[in-house]
């Protein structure tokens, strides 16, 4: 049964509350989880704190990554804002810019047509 790492959504529409939940990736969005991990506040308080809350069960998140459980892209970016993840775990998704080696041997093999230059003409008056 793969098990995957992401969020659930609670709440009223402009009101949400996010749950982090360990869950059989087959089971729909807001299914019910095996575990709740922890509940994700993306709403700044009015009057108090500056800053969103993520409460959370890091031996729980840890345990669950250790069995196997794959994060989606959101949790990562949480969990690494957390310092649960470090910034090069095997989870972030790979540089787009860095090319493979076969890819690069594919483009080096394949001969490339001479370039001429084209005539050009113009006319002074």
Sequence with gaps: MPMRLRLAVHGLRHDRVFHLVAINQRTRRDGKPTELLGIYDPRVKPGGKDHKTMEWSVGRIR??????????????????????????SPYHPKSPNVMSPSASASSTSTPSSPVTPSQSTSQQS
């Design 63 to 88: 345990y669950w990554l250790d069995v196997g459980a794959i994060p989606s892209k959101s949790v990562v970016k949480l969990l690494t804002l957390g310092n649960i993840l470090k910034p090069g």
